[in-house]
Nanobody, 115 residues
């Protein structure tokens, strides 16, 4: 079992930056991918960024070049640095951990970007 807690959301102006953090506890050695998703009310969750333990990194088209995912070596903290934020980046952001028998979500953190 793994538990995830996000932090770092908030309200900013367009063009500003935020850094989200995800803290994992429990059986973190089983994690092979650490993700960030975002979701608008009533819509499907959208992949923002993924960091696999083999080093592969993937970004959603809407954020590529502006957002950066990173993690610590222990694989129990990962981050999303969000630069040049736009009003259309306003979502609830979720961290997500995947493993062989693992599929765990955090509770979400709101990011609001005003024009």
């Amino acid at each position: 079992q793994v538990q995830l807690v996000e932090s770092g959301g908030g309200s900013v102006q367009a063009g500003e930056s935020l850094r989200l953090s995800c803290a994992a506890s429990g059986s973190t050695a089983n994690i092979w991918a650490m993700d960030w998703y975002r979701q608008d009310s009533g819509k499907q969750r959208e992949l923002v960024a993924r960091f696999r333990i083999d080093g592969q990194i993937e970004y959603g088209d809407a954020v590529r070049g502006r957002f950066t995912i990173s993690r610590n070596k222990a694989r129990d903290r990962w981050y999303l640095q969000m630069n040049s934020l736009k009003p259309e980046d306003t979502y609830v952001y979720f961290c997500h951990a995947e493993g062989n028998t693992l599929d765990t979500w955090g509770q979400g953190t709101q990011v609001t970007v005003s024009a």
